[in-house]
C-alpha cells in the first residue's frame, strides 16, 4: 500500500532563517507531487506541482521554492522566512484519478 | 482558471440529514471530488463523480450535474465526528492539478 511522510510535524523558526520541509512516497511510482499551505481556517493553496522528477511548477510567486531530486521525494526550501509564510503545509501524491492523498502536515510558526 | 464555491459554514443536529453545496466555473474538468478534513489532520478524499447523479458510500452521498456546474454533498445520520470542514474539488484537464473549493465547516451538535 502507498504511504505518504512528511516531516518534521511542527517547526518554529525565526524571521529570516532557512527552510527545508521534506516528503517521500513509499508503495507508488512516478505520482503527481503536491504542496499545498493552509492558513488557521483556511482553505488549501497550492503553492507547487511536480509530474515528473526535475518538473516543478510554480502557483504563486513568493520565496519558497521546490524540488523534486528523486521520484518519490518532494521538498519545500526558503532561504529566508517571513512571518506571512507561517501556515500548515501539506504534501500530497496522486496516481492518475482524481484520489490524492496527504501527508500529515507540518505546522509551521514564523516568530 | 478553475472556482469552486462552498457555503462558509452548516451546523446540524446528531442524527439529521446536511447537505453542503458546491458552484464551480471551469474550462474542463474530469469529475468532482469530496474531501474531509478534520482540525489538525489532513485532508482525506471521502468521494468522486465523472458522471452526472449520485454517488453513495455508506451515509456520505455525493452529487454532480455537469448543465448546471453544481454538486454538493449529502451527509445522512450525523454524527459529532462528522464535525469537520469539507472541500470539493475538481482536476483541471490540461494542467492536472486538483483545484479546491473555498471549504465549508461543519458543527454538529448533540
Known amino acids: 500500500s502507498q504511504t505518504i511522510h512528511q516531516w518534521p510535524a511542527t517547526l518554529v523558526q525565526p524571521v529570516g532563517s532557512p527552510l527545508s520541509l521534506e516528503c517521500t512516497v513509499e508503495?507508488?511510482?512516478?505520482?503527481?507531487l503536491y504542496w499545498y499551505r493552509q492558513a488557521a481556517g483556511r482553505g488549501l493553496q497550492l503553492l507547487f506541482y511536480?509530474?515528473?522528477?526535475?518538473?516543478i511548477s510554480s502557483e504563486v510567486p513568493q520565496n519558497l521554492s521546490a524540488s523534486r531530486p528523486q521520484d518519490r521525494q518532494f521538498i519545500l526550501s526558503s532561504k529566508k522566512l517571513l512571518l506571512s509564510d507561517s501556515g500548515f503545509y501539506l504534501c500530497a501524491w496522486r496516481a492518475g484519478g482524481d484520489e490524492q492523498y496527504f501527508g500529515p502536515g507540518t505546522r509551521l510558526t514564523v516568530t | 482558471g478553475q472556482s469552486l464555491e462552498q457555503p462558509s459554514e452548516v451546523t446540524a443536529v446528531e442524527g439529521a440529514i446536511v447537505q453542503i453545496n458546491c458552484t464551480y466555473q471551469?474550462?474542463?474538468?474530469?469529475?468532482l471530488s469530496w474531501y474531509q478534513q478534520h482540525d489538525g489532520g489532513a485532508p482525506t478524499f471521502l468521494s468522486y463523480n465523472a458522471l452526472d447523479g449520485l454517488e453513495e458510500t455508506g451515509r456520505f452521498s455525493s452529487f454532480l450535474s455537469r448543465s448546471d456546474s453544481y454538486g454538493y454533498l449529502l451527509l445522512q445520520e450525523l454524527q459529532m465526528k462528522d464535525s469537520a470542514s469539507y472541500f470539493c474539488a475538481v482536476r483541471d484537464r490540461v494542467l492536472q492539478k486538483l483545484v479546491f473549493g473555498t471549504g465549508t465547516r461543519l458543527l454538529v451538535s448533540p
Open positions: 471551469t474550462s474542463g474538468f474530469y469529475g
Open positions: 511536480s509530474v515528473g522528477i526535475g518538473q
Open positions: 508503495g507508488t511510482s512516478n505520482p503527481n
